[in-house]
């Protein structure tokens, strides 16, 4: 799982991944909108503070819209409002949990420049065209129908020459995300596709569902993991039909959550020729968030009663996720947790929050739609060792020590006791020192570390994945 779970740390985002209604909603485009159509990226800038984004303009029938990705916040598909455009002037606003931002700028020679504000907060920004990315390799935009109701959108990227390759499916983990695996602007699944294609190995990696260009038309609240092995499967049907591909070497890598998918998938299909799993949890999930939580708040130097509040807050929830019962005490608590959390912030903030009862409300409608879901019982309640057990393909396990989300010495363990007591003996654990949940080189393994860290992995690790499947 990519991302905490309710109740972990209860964050307010700085800027934009919460939005609000409100303010200006009109548009007055005056000229014709193609010289700004399609994505643009940049970054505002607040004194020493700077903070990337990618805002992406299109047309909607005679509409022009736009959306913004803020990486470094995990924001992505932003619907910004009161959109300005006259040949030159080029306006929007983007409305969030803290105050509504304001973007002001000019359109001159490929490059849009202009003033920020936020609140108290004053800045610039400026957005450019992204440089075309050049691959030594070919790549093609493919389209996988799943069912009547979804439709992935994915690239399958192969090595030069005529094949068969050996190839790769690539599962995100928990939450909605792209095909790159986007976290806070580190574009995992990209650099993985991207160094398995350069050493021979053919990729493909998809938009999670209702996520770019996969098409979701079902009740999202009724999808569990279970629901993301099916597409796996999917892909897997989609690969095996493919020229150029070795049908007996596909394999698949998850994620986190993602890793789970994998181990579905190959305890189901015995044709999966390998599987990888990055940071996989190895035991169910009530078991696995309390020590994830504990591990969590430290690292963000949460004292001993605050860890305390919250495992008790946990606690309640995990049994009201399994028992389907109890969701109104959660509720409760969970409001006065954030109501408290509120209190805590600066008086600019809270003011900038506008009416504290209606965020509030907002914010834990927004937690205990989490907590109700299908997919956070699955998870709770599933316990992969018992999938785990009938996986016979070779398993590469990797893991990083300094993980606070899936923490490598429990898991590890775990996965390791059971491969054994089901007599497994081709697999290969690798834990891989100073490595947090992201596989990056870090200092505390933070959650709030991950978008001030290099985005770039742990040395060795790209190498190891791809050496491990060239040699089976």
């Known amino acids: 799982m990519k991302r905490l779970l309710p109740f972990f740390c209860i964050m307010l985002l700085a800027c934009g991944a919460l939005a609000c209604g409100g303010g200006k909603k009109g548009y007055e485009v005056t000229a014709e909108p193609e010289p700004i159509l399609g994505e643009w990226e940049g970054a505002v800038t607040i004194g020493e503070i700077k903070l990337g984004m990618t805002v992406t303009f299109t047309m909607e029938g005679d509409t022009l819209r736009a959306f913004m990705d803020i990486p470094e916040q995990g924001a992505s598909d932003l619907p910004l409002e009161g959109i300005q455009y006259d040949g030159s002037k080029v306006y929007f606003e983007l409305a969030a949990s803290i105050g509504r931002a304001y973007y002001d700028g000019k359109l001159e020679e490929e490059r849009i420049s202009g003033t920020f504000k936020q609140g108290i907060a004053r800045g610039e920004f400026y957005l450019e065209r992204p440089e075309p990315e050049v691959y030594p390799y070919p790549t093609e935009e493919v389209s996988i129908k799943v069912s009547d109701e979804l439709t992935l959108g994915g690239t399958l990227s192969t090595p030069e020459g005529t094949g068969p ?20 602007g580190f574009k995992i699944f990209k650099m993985i596709a991207d160094h398995l294609t350069r050493n021979g190995i053919a990729v493909l990696r998809s938009d999670d569902r209702g996520v770019g260009e996969s098409v979701f038309t079902g009740d999202a609240r009724k999808v569990t993991t279970a629901d993301f092995t099916k597409d796996a499967e999917a892909q897997f049907r989609f690969l095996e039909g493919r020229s150029g591909i070795d049908k007996r070497k596909i394999g698949i890598l998850g994620h986190s959550e993602g890793a789970i998918v994998a181990v579905m998938a190959a305890a189901q299909n015995p044709n999966v020729a390998f599987i990888i799993t990055m940071a996989g949890e190895a035991v169910p999930g009530d078991e696995l968030l309390p020590e994830q939580l504990e591990l969590t708040m430290k690292a963000e130097g949460k004292s001993a009663e605050e860890i305390a509040e919250q495992l008790e807050m946990q606690k309640k929830t995990l049994q009201a996720a399994r028992s389907q019962e109890g969701f109104d005490e959660v509720e409760a608590a969970v409001k006065a947790i954030i109501e408290d959390e509120v209190d805590k912030l600066p008086r600019a903030q809270r003011k900038a929050l506008g009416d504290k009862d209606a965020h509030v409300a907002k914010v834990t409608e927004a937690q205990m739609e989490m907590v109700k879901s299908a997919w956070f019982e699955f998870f709770v309640t599933y316990d992969p060792r018992t999938d785990l057990a009938k996986v016979k393909c070779p398993v590469l396990a990797l893991f990083g020590a300094k993980d606070v989300q899936v923490p490598a010495a429990s898991q590890s363990k775990a996965l390791e006791e059971t491969f054994s007591k089901a007599g497994k003996t081709n697999y290969r654990i690798k834990v891989f020192t100073d490595a947090n949940h992201l596989f990056q080189k870090a200092e505390t393994g933070g959650v709030s570390e991950y978008a ?11 190498d190891t994945v791809s050496a491990w499947i060239l040699g089976l």
């Not at 390759?165 to 976290?183: C, H, K, M, Y």
């Open 452 to 462: 001030k860290l290099a985005k770039e992995f742990h040395p060795g690790f790209l």
């Open 165 to 184: 390759f050996p190839a790769v499916i690539l599962i995100t983990g928990s939450g909605p995300q792209d095909r790159d695996e986007n976290i806070f």
